[in-house]
T-cell receptor
Protein backbone atom coordinates (compact mmCIF):
# COMPACT_ATOMS: atom_id res chain seq x y z
CA UNK A 1 0.00 0.00 0.00
CA UNK A 2 1.11 3.52 -0.68
CA UNK A 3 1.75 5.93 2.16
CA UNK A 4 2.91 9.46 2.88
CA UNK A 5 4.84 10.86 5.83
CA UNK A 6 4.67 14.51 6.79
CA UNK A 7 7.52 15.56 9.04
CA UNK A 8 6.50 18.11 11.64
CA UNK A 9 2.91 18.28 12.83
CA UNK A 10 3.37 21.99 13.59
CA UNK A 11 5.49 24.54 11.74
CA UNK A 12 5.80 28.18 12.74
CA UNK A 13 7.26 30.90 10.50
CA UNK A 14 7.42 34.67 10.53
CA UNK A 15 5.44 36.66 8.00
CA UNK A 16 7.63 37.11 4.92
CA UNK A 17 9.79 34.08 5.68
CA UNK A 18 10.17 30.94 3.58
CA UNK A 19 7.59 28.21 4.12
CA UNK A 20 8.82 24.62 3.80
CA UNK A 21 6.46 21.73 4.55
CA UNK A 22 7.91 18.26 4.13
CA UNK A 23 6.31 15.21 2.55
CA UNK A 24 7.87 11.84 1.76
CA UNK A 25 5.98 9.11 -0.03
CA UNK A 26 6.21 5.39 -0.35
CA UNK A 27 5.19 3.90 -3.68
CA UNK A 28 6.26 1.00 -5.85
CA UNK A 29 5.17 2.79 -9.02
CA UNK A 30 5.34 6.43 -10.13
CA UNK A 31 2.74 8.09 -7.95
CA UNK A 32 0.26 10.87 -8.32
CA UNK A 33 0.87 13.33 -5.48
CA UNK A 34 -1.24 16.14 -4.13
CA UNK A 35 -1.11 18.93 -1.59
CA UNK A 36 -4.33 20.12 0.00
CA UNK A 37 -5.01 22.99 2.39
CA UNK A 38 -7.68 23.10 5.09
CA UNK A 39 -8.81 26.35 6.67
CA UNK A 40 -10.65 26.21 10.01
CA UNK A 41 -14.10 24.61 9.85
CA UNK A 42 -13.83 23.96 6.12
CA UNK A 43 -13.21 21.07 3.81
CA UNK A 44 -9.94 20.49 1.99
CA UNK A 45 -8.99 22.49 -1.09
CA UNK A 46 -6.49 21.44 -3.74
CA UNK A 47 -3.26 23.45 -3.73
CA UNK A 48 -1.41 21.54 -6.45
CA UNK A 49 -0.86 18.11 -7.95
CA UNK A 50 2.01 16.19 -9.53
CA UNK A 51 1.19 14.04 -12.52
CA UNK A 52 4.68 13.42 -14.02
CA UNK A 53 4.49 16.23 -16.60
CA UNK A 54 7.05 18.35 -14.71
CA UNK A 55 8.98 17.87 -11.50
CA UNK A 56 8.36 21.43 -10.28
CA UNK A 57 4.66 22.04 -9.83
CA UNK A 58 3.15 25.45 -9.26
CA UNK A 59 -0.09 25.79 -7.36
CA UNK A 60 -2.42 28.43 -6.07
CA UNK A 61 -1.55 31.22 -3.64
CA UNK A 62 2.15 31.21 -4.60
CA UNK A 63 2.86 27.65 -3.42
CA UNK A 64 4.96 25.19 -5.35
CA UNK A 65 6.29 21.68 -4.81
CA UNK A 66 9.18 19.74 -6.30
CA UNK A 67 9.00 16.02 -7.01
CA UNK A 68 12.31 14.28 -6.27
CA UNK A 69 12.20 10.62 -7.14
CA UNK A 70 15.66 9.88 -5.70
CA UNK A 71 14.54 11.23 -2.31
CA UNK A 72 10.89 10.05 -2.61
CA UNK A 73 9.91 13.57 -1.58
CA UNK A 74 7.35 16.16 -2.58
CA UNK A 75 8.01 19.11 -0.30
CA UNK A 76 5.79 22.20 -0.42
CA UNK A 77 7.34 25.66 -0.44
CA UNK A 78 6.38 29.30 -0.60
CA UNK A 79 9.03 32.03 -0.75
CA UNK A 80 7.25 34.51 1.49
CA UNK A 81 4.62 33.57 4.08
CA UNK A 82 1.48 35.63 4.55
CA UNK A 83 -0.82 35.64 7.55
CA UNK A 84 -3.56 34.19 5.36
CA UNK A 85 -1.43 31.05 4.81
CA UNK A 86 -2.12 29.90 8.37
CA UNK A 87 -3.95 26.60 7.92
CA UNK A 88 -3.43 22.86 7.98
CA UNK A 89 -1.71 21.28 4.99
CA UNK A 90 -2.05 17.69 3.85
CA UNK A 91 0.07 15.70 1.43
CA UNK A 92 -1.67 12.81 -0.33
CA UNK A 93 -0.82 10.02 -2.74
CA UNK A 94 -3.18 8.37 -5.20
CA UNK A 95 -3.81 4.65 -5.13
CA UNK A 96 -5.20 3.40 -8.42
CA UNK A 97 -6.02 -0.06 -7.08
CA UNK A 98 -9.75 -0.64 -7.34
CA UNK A 99 -10.23 2.21 -9.75
CA UNK A 100 -11.28 5.74 -9.06
CA UNK A 101 -9.16 8.09 -7.03
CA UNK A 102 -8.46 6.66 -3.59
CA UNK A 103 -6.19 9.11 -1.81
CA UNK A 104 -4.02 8.22 1.15
CA UNK A 105 -3.35 11.29 3.27
CA UNK A 106 -0.52 12.23 5.57
CA UNK A 107 -1.25 13.26 9.13
CA UNK A 108 -1.09 16.95 8.28
CA UNK A 109 1.08 19.94 9.19
CA UNK A 110 -0.41 22.92 10.97
CA UNK A 111 1.23 26.11 9.69
CA UNK A 112 1.31 29.11 12.00
CA UNK A 113 2.40 32.50 10.65
CA UNK A 114 3.57 35.07 13.16
CA UNK A 115 4.05 38.81 12.82
CA UNK B 1 -22.60 25.10 -8.79
CA UNK B 2 -23.05 23.84 -5.24
CA UNK B 3 -20.19 21.31 -5.52
CA UNK B 4 -20.29 18.75 -2.70
CA UNK B 5 -23.00 19.33 -0.11
CA UNK B 6 -23.01 17.58 3.26
CA UNK B 7 -25.79 17.60 5.83
CA UNK B 8 -26.04 18.03 8.73
CA UNK B 9 -23.11 20.25 9.74
CA UNK B 10 -23.26 19.14 13.37
CA UNK B 11 -24.82 16.15 15.10
CA UNK B 12 -24.84 14.75 18.62
CA UNK B 13 -25.84 11.12 19.12
CA UNK B 14 -26.14 8.83 22.08
CA UNK B 15 -24.34 5.51 22.05
CA UNK B 16 -26.36 2.94 20.15
CA UNK B 17 -28.34 5.40 18.04
CA UNK B 18 -28.23 5.24 14.27
CA UNK B 19 -28.13 8.02 11.75
CA UNK B 20 -27.36 8.84 8.12
CA UNK B 21 -24.92 11.49 6.96
CA UNK B 22 -25.99 12.88 3.62
CA UNK B 23 -23.71 13.75 0.72
CA UNK B 24 -24.69 15.07 -2.69
CA UNK B 25 -22.63 16.37 -5.61
CA UNK B 26 -23.73 18.16 -8.77
CA UNK B 27 -20.57 17.76 -10.85
CA UNK B 28 -21.49 14.41 -12.41
CA UNK B 29 -18.50 12.77 -10.74
CA UNK B 30 -18.30 9.01 -10.94
CA UNK B 31 -16.16 8.61 -7.85
CA UNK B 32 -17.36 9.44 -4.35
CA UNK B 33 -15.84 8.69 -0.98
CA UNK B 34 -16.15 9.21 2.76
CA UNK B 35 -13.27 10.11 5.05
CA UNK B 36 -13.06 10.68 8.75
CA UNK B 37 -10.66 13.19 10.23
CA UNK B 38 -9.25 12.77 13.71
CA UNK B 39 -6.55 14.89 15.39
CA UNK B 40 -3.05 13.71 14.55
CA UNK B 41 -4.32 11.02 12.19
CA UNK B 42 -5.05 12.90 9.02
CA UNK B 43 -7.94 11.67 6.89
CA UNK B 44 -8.76 7.99 6.71
CA UNK B 45 -10.90 6.44 4.01
CA UNK B 46 -14.10 4.76 5.23
CA UNK B 47 -15.90 3.70 2.03
CA UNK B 48 -15.82 4.67 -1.60
CA UNK B 49 -17.79 4.21 -4.79
CA UNK B 50 -16.68 4.23 -8.42
CA UNK B 51 -20.21 4.55 -9.76
CA UNK B 52 -23.89 3.95 -9.07
CA UNK B 53 -24.44 0.50 -7.62
CA UNK B 54 -20.75 -0.06 -6.82
CA UNK B 55 -19.24 0.45 -3.36
CA UNK B 56 -16.16 -0.83 -1.59
CA UNK B 57 -14.46 -0.62 1.78
CA UNK B 58 -11.65 1.70 2.65
CA UNK B 59 -9.22 1.66 5.54
CA UNK B 60 -11.72 1.99 8.42
CA UNK B 61 -15.12 0.62 7.32
CA UNK B 62 -16.31 -1.07 10.52
CA UNK B 63 -19.52 0.38 11.93
CA UNK B 64 -20.46 2.18 8.70
CA UNK B 65 -22.60 1.29 5.70
CA UNK B 66 -22.94 2.99 2.34
CA UNK B 67 -25.01 2.64 -0.81
CA UNK B 68 -24.94 4.41 -4.15
CA UNK B 69 -28.28 4.33 -5.93
CA UNK B 70 -27.65 7.49 -7.99
CA UNK B 71 -24.59 9.26 -9.36
CA UNK B 72 -25.33 12.31 -7.21
CA UNK B 73 -25.85 10.85 -3.73
CA UNK B 74 -23.64 8.81 -1.42
CA UNK B 75 -25.08 8.56 2.13
CA UNK B 76 -23.08 7.18 5.03
CA UNK B 77 -24.98 5.22 7.68
CA UNK B 78 -23.89 4.67 11.25
CA UNK B 79 -25.67 1.53 12.38
CA UNK B 80 -25.09 1.76 16.15
CA UNK B 81 -23.07 4.79 17.13
CA UNK B 82 -20.09 4.40 19.45
CA UNK B 83 -17.95 7.08 21.16
CA UNK B 84 -15.03 5.97 18.93
CA UNK B 85 -17.01 7.33 15.97
CA UNK B 86 -16.79 10.87 17.32
CA UNK B 87 -15.03 12.62 14.44
CA UNK B 88 -15.36 15.02 11.56
CA UNK B 89 -16.64 13.32 8.43
CA UNK B 90 -15.88 14.52 4.92
CA UNK B 91 -17.46 13.46 1.69
CA UNK B 92 -15.40 13.92 -1.49
CA UNK B 93 -15.96 13.33 -5.19
CA UNK B 94 -13.94 13.33 -8.38
CA UNK B 95 -13.81 12.02 -11.91
CA UNK B 96 -12.77 8.40 -11.89
CA UNK B 97 -9.15 8.78 -12.98
CA UNK B 98 -6.18 8.64 -10.66
CA UNK B 99 -4.92 12.19 -11.13
CA UNK B 100 -8.31 13.83 -10.82
CA UNK B 101 -8.40 15.98 -7.67
CA UNK B 102 -10.97 15.31 -4.98
CA UNK B 103 -13.59 17.96 -4.27
CA UNK B 104 -14.55 18.04 -0.60
CA UNK B 105 -17.68 19.02 1.26
CA UNK B 106 -17.44 21.19 4.36
CA UNK B 107 -17.78 18.28 6.75
CA UNK B 108 -20.11 16.95 9.42
CA UNK B 109 -18.92 17.19 13.01
CA UNK B 110 -20.31 14.19 14.90
CA UNK B 111 -20.18 13.70 18.65
CA UNK B 112 -21.26 10.41 20.22
CA UNK B 113 -21.86 10.51 23.98
Amino acid sequence: AQSVTQLGSHVSVSEGALVLLRCNYSSSVPPYLFWYVQYPNQGLQLLLKYTSAATLVKGINGFEAEFKKSETSFHLTKPSAHMSDAAEYFCAVSDEAGGGNKLTFGTGTQLKVEL
Amino acid sequence: NAGVTQTPKFQVLKTGQSMTLQCAQDMNHEYMSWYRQDPGMGLRLIHYSVGAGITDQGEVPNGYNVSRSTTEDFPLRLLSAAPSQTSVYFCASSYSIANSPLHFGNGTRLTVT
